[in-house]
Nanobody, 129 residues
Framework: EVRLVESGGGLVQAGGSLRLSCATS????????VGWFRQAPGKEYEGVSC????????YYSDSVKGRFAISSDNAKSTVYLQMNNLKPEDAGVYYC??????????????????????WGQGTQVAVSS
């Protein structure tokens, strides 16, 4: 059984930083991707970032590029999202997501919520202005 457990959310002032963690377990695929989506109140899910377990290839949305960094500690089976220079528009519930890599289409599909088979429970991020 695949499990994703997020931690690290909280309240931070604009310009501050937070680090989210996603502890993963139960994967059997040769290669899979772990990433982060977020959802602000009244808005749709937004793909934020993703990393491929096998080669470390990472992906970022334009809204966070240059401010967020995703990394993976394979020994700990944990994926991190370092969020710097946070803005009020970064607030929302952040979800850890995961999926086995099934082909090259992932490169263009990573930002779509329907791509992912597994979702965590979410962790709240609040940013005060």
């Amino acid at each position: 059984e695949v499990r994703l457990v997020e931690s690290g959310g909280g309240l931070v002032q604009a310009g501050g930083s937070l680090r989210l963690s996603c502890a993963t377990s139960g994967f059997t695929a040769d290669d899979f991707a772990v990433g982060w989506f977020r959802q602000a109140p009244g808005k749709e899910y937004e793909g934020v970032s993703c990393i491929r377990r096998r080669d470390g290839r990472s992906y970022y949305s334009d809204s966070v590029k240059g401010r967020f960094a995703i990394s993976s500690d394979n020994a700990k089976s944990t994926v991190y999202l370092q969020m710097n220079n946070l803005k009020p528009e970064d607030a929302g519930v952040y979800y850890c997501v995961a999926v086995p890599i099934r082909g090259p289409a992932f490169d263009t599909m990573w930002m779509h919520e329907a791509t992912y088979d597994f979702w965590g429970q979410g962790t709240q991020v609040a940013v005060s202005s």
